[in-house]
């Protein structure tokens, strides 16, 4: 039987086969094969790359109705970057709450859906714990289970946020559109969304409203086959849904409150509309009276003439 080899004899040879020009075996751990080339490009790009680590809450007042409640678990469904949390009573004090359950949370923004009276929806946009935040009204809501439109995209990809060329004429238009990216944009190599866009989020301004569609990119190709770039021209776009209208009506410096930095002078408040249309009925009904009584001034100042033969049958 042949000796063994002492421990220093057999580590001289494994120094003296390094040499000979094969490569290193990288070493192995729990979590896999290490590479020390890796690491190094990691630790000389980590000083330059930026990570978005944006996060949204998203949660409601009390009291909410149930399709406000579709539309806020409709916009949850569609943004894989935000968490959801209890309703919370819509008080004076809901900044501070709000403000408190975002750092809990550890989020960068909140969206906010306050009902009241059961009928007005508003929503708020803040950036926490900072600012700014702004008030929305919002109009014209149809949820997904509403609308059973044919567009349908993956749950978790990222979005393509596109705006109308009228988020740039003025100023309050282009810090609304900032906070919209900040908040409706996906960042990437989040952990809950997918490495691709399949659908756009439009934001289009029109009648100093915000108005919000939710499309999906539909591309003409079979199974696993490629698209050419002479191809990108016959994608579609098929509506997917929610729809809604957002009308602003106050940006703040701080969070859910502090000075106002904008104000809308066009912004009339549900209360006053229905408010008028009450008055308008009961104008109506005002007019109504107002022509009986005339009816009755009128046949008092024209009294008809005494007949000669109404009481001949009398007798």
Same mark, same amino acid.
């Given at each position: 039987?042949?000796?063994?080899?002492?421990?220093?004899?057999?580590?001289?040879? *494994?120094?003296?086969?390094?040499?000979?020009?094969?490569?290193?075996?990288?070493?192995?751990?729990?979590?896999?094969?290490?590479?020390?080339?890796?690491?190094?490009?990691?630790?000389?790009?980590?000083?330059?790359?930026?990570?978005?680590?944006?996060?949204?809450?998203? =949660?409601?007042?009390?009291?909410?109705?149930?399709?406000?409640?579709?539309?806020?678990?409709?916009?949850?469904?569609?943004?894989?970057?935000?968490?959801?949390?209890?309703?919370?009573?819509?008080?004076?004090?809901?900044?501070?709450?709000?403000?408190?359950?975002?750092?809990?949370?550890?989020?960068?923004?909140?969206? $906010?859906?306050?009902?009241?009276?059961?009928?007005?929806?508003?929503?708020?946009? *803040?950036?926490?714990?900072?600012?700014?935040?702004?008030?929305? &009204?919002?109009?014209?809501?149809? =949820?997904?289970?509403?609308?059973?439109?044919?567009?349908?995209?993956?749950?978790?990809?990222?979005?393509?946020?596109?705006?109308?060329?009228?988020?740039?004429?003025?100023?309050?238009?282009?810090?609304?559109?900032?906070?919209?990216?900040?908040?409706?944009?996906?960042?990437?190599?989040?952990?809950?969304?997918?490495? $691709?866009?399949?659908?756009? $989020?439009?934001?289009?301004? &029109?009648?100093?409203?915000?108005?919000?569609?939710?499309?999906?990119?539909?591309?003409?190709?079979?199974?696993?086959?490629?698209?050419?770039?002479?191809?990108?021209?016959?994608?579609?776009?098929?509506?997917?849904?929610?729809?809604?209208?957002?009308?602003?009506?106050?940006?703040?410096?701080?969070? $859910?409150?502090?000075?106002?930095?904008?104000?809308?002078?066009?912004?009339?408040?549900?209360?006053?509309?229905?408010?008028?249309?009450?008055?308008?009925?009961?104008?109506?009904?005002?007019?109504?009276?107002? *022509?009986?009584?005339?009816?009755?001034?009128?046949?008092?100042?024209?009294?008809?003439?005494?007949?000669?033969? *109404?009481?001949?049958?009398?007798?």
């Amino acid at each position: 039987m042949g000796k063994k080899r002492k421990h220093s004899e057999t580590a001289t040879v *494994a120094n003296g086969n390094k040499h000979e020009g094969a490569p290193e075996r990288p070493k192995r751990t729990l979590l896999g094969w290490k590479d020390d080339s890796i690491d190094e490009n990691k630790e000389t790009n980590s000083g330059v790359s930026f990570r978005n680590k944006e996060k949204v809450l998203v =949660t409601c007042s009390r009291r909410i109705s149930f399709r406000y409640r579709h539309l806020m678990l409709n916009l949850v469904s569609l943004l894989p970057h935000c968490k959801k949390d209890n309703k919370v009573e819509s008080k004076d004090s809901k900044g501070a709450t709000l403000n408190e359950l975002v750092e809990l949370k550890s989020c960068s923004s909140c969206l $906010f859906f306050e009902c009241r009276k059961g009928k007005d929806l508003y929503l708020w946009m *803040a950036k926490c714990p900072n600012g700014p935040s702004v008030k929305f &009204l919002v109009n014209a809501v149809h =949820t997904m289970e509403e609308l059973k439109l044919t567009g349908n995209h993956l749950k978790g990809s990222r979005p393509i946020l596109t705006f109308s060329s009228n988020f740039d004429k003025d100023p309050h238009w282009k810090l609304l559109k900032e906070m919209v990216i900040q908040i409706f944009g996906t960042p990437k190599d989040h952990r809950k969304s997918k490495p $691709f866009h399949d659908h756009v $989020f439009v934001f289009s301004i &029109l009648d100093d409203h915000i108005w919000f569609r939710n499309y999906q990119i539909s591309c003409p190709h079979t199974g696993t086959q490629k698209i050419d770039r002479g191809d990108l021209e016959k994608m579609t776009l098929v509506e997917v849904g929610p729809r809604f209208c957002l009308n602003p009506i106050k940006i703040f410096g701080g969070s $859910f409150g502090g000075p106002t930095l904008y104000e809308n002078p066009f912004y009339v408040s549900p209360n006053q509309i229905r408010s008028l249309e009450k008055k308008q009925k009961a104008g109506k009904y005002a007019k109504k009276v107002k *022509a009986k009584t005339r009816r009755k001034m009128h046949q008092l100042s024209n009294p008809l003439e005494v007949d000669e033969f *109404a009481d001949m049958w009398k007798e």
